[in-house]
Each structure stands twice: as structure tokens, then as C-alpha cells.
């Protein structure tokens, strides 16, 4: 019995010993990684905005030949190229019609001009003038001319707006020429501006 006893005693002191042990065991720390995958696809795009509320280039009321831009009649101007951008004397900070682009892939920037129809809604009627529309970088550099009746020469027609340069600002104005061809009536035509990777 004593014996059976000392045993018995001898099994309950191992197991608190072991028990100890495993408690001091247990403070140990663990470190364990895993790895989430976040996906993400970008797809190419060009933001244009204007500033403006009106997204219009108005030429005035015509009532004598000659050459117009968008402050009206150019007394001695003969070319429509000397045209645009000429400031009116009484509006200092006059830069155009300004639109702002940006794009996360390099753009190429083309124009043309609806005088008929422009699907699905438009209905437009512009006289057989000549009409110039000329595109400057930031109001002073010129980067493309459209023309309807008029030979734009070597000037460029388009322009590339590069990813890197983030967001800009265009000015556009415009220049006409009014003789007999052109029979009193309220006209509107459609400046169309397509941006298109340019690659």
C-alpha cells in the first residue's frame, strides 16, 4: 500500500512539473504571413473639361465683307491666319475658348467641322466662307489649325498631348471671311474635336 501510495504520489509530482512546463511553454510567440492578392485594370482614358458653361466660339453679327474673328470685325486684317487671337482692345484677358485635357496615354488630338448634320441630333447650316480655327497651347503656343475653305499650307492639323504633361490648357478661336456668298441668315456649324491613342 505504501508502495502503491509512493507511486501514486510520484505520478501526480511528474504531472505538475509537466503542467509547469507547458504553462512556461505557452509565452512563446508565433508569426505566420499570408498574402492577399489586390487586383486592379486601368484602361486608357482622356478627360476634356471647359471651365466655361458655354462650350460655344461665337463670330457676332456680320454686317459688312471682311474678316471676322470671335471679338468681332478686323478692320485692316486680310489674312485669316492674322486673324485669330487678335485680342479686343477692351477685353485684356481674351485667350480664346479654353478647354483642358488629360490623359493617362500619350493622345492624338484631331478636328473637323460638321456643316450639315451631326448625328444623332444636330441640324447645322454654315455658309460656303472660309472658316479657320486655330488651337494654341496655354493661350500662346499654336499645336493645329482645322480650315473648311482654306489651305492650311504645311501648319500642323493635329496635335499630340503627351501622358507626362498631365493636365493642360488649350485656347481655340476662330476666324472668317464674309463676302456675297454668304446670304443673311442665322448659321451654326459644329466644331468636332477627336481624341485617339496615339500610338
Known amino acids: 500500500m505504501k508502495r502503491l501510495l509512493s507511486l501514486v504520489l510520484t505520478a501526480v509530482l511528474v504531472a505538475g512539473v509537466a503542467a509547469t512546463g507547458l504553462a512556461q511553454g505557452s509565452v512563446q510567440s508565433i508569426s505566420e504571413t499570408k498574402y492577399i492578392l489586390v487586383g486592379l485594370q486601368i484602361l486608357p482614358f482622356a478627360k476634356i473639361t471647359f471651365p466655361t458653361v458655354e462650350q460655344t466660339i461665337h463670330f457676332g453679327i456680320a454686317d459688312r465683307p471682311g474678316v471676322y474673328n470671335t471679338s468681332g470685325y478686323l478692320r485692316d486684317v486680310e489674312n485669316l491666319f492674322d486673324a485669330t487671337f487678335v485680342k479686343d482692345p477692351g477685353d485684356e484677358d481674351f485667350r480664346g475658348l479654353e478647354f483642358r485635357l488629360e490623359s493617362n496615354v500619350d493622345v492624338r488630338v484631331d478636328f473637323s467641322f460638321a456643316t450639315a448634320y451631326l448625328p444623332p441630333i444636330f441640324t447645322f447650316s454654315w455658309p460656303e466662307i472660309p472658316t479657320l480655327f486655330e488651337v494654341r497651347r496655354g493661350g500662346e503656343e499654336a499645336v493645329c489649325f482645322y480650315g473648311y475653305l482654306v489651305d492650311l499650307g504645311d501648319r500642323p492639323s493635329s496635335f499630340t498631348h ?37 500610338n
Open 162 to 198: 503627351l501622358r507626362a504633361d498631365g493636365e493642360q490648357a488649350f485656347f481655340i478661336d476662330g476666324a472668317i471671311r464674309i463676302d456675297s456668298k454668304a446670304a443673311p441668315d442665322l448659321y451654326t456649324g459644329g466644331l468636332i474635336m477627336t481624341v485617339s491613342s496615339a
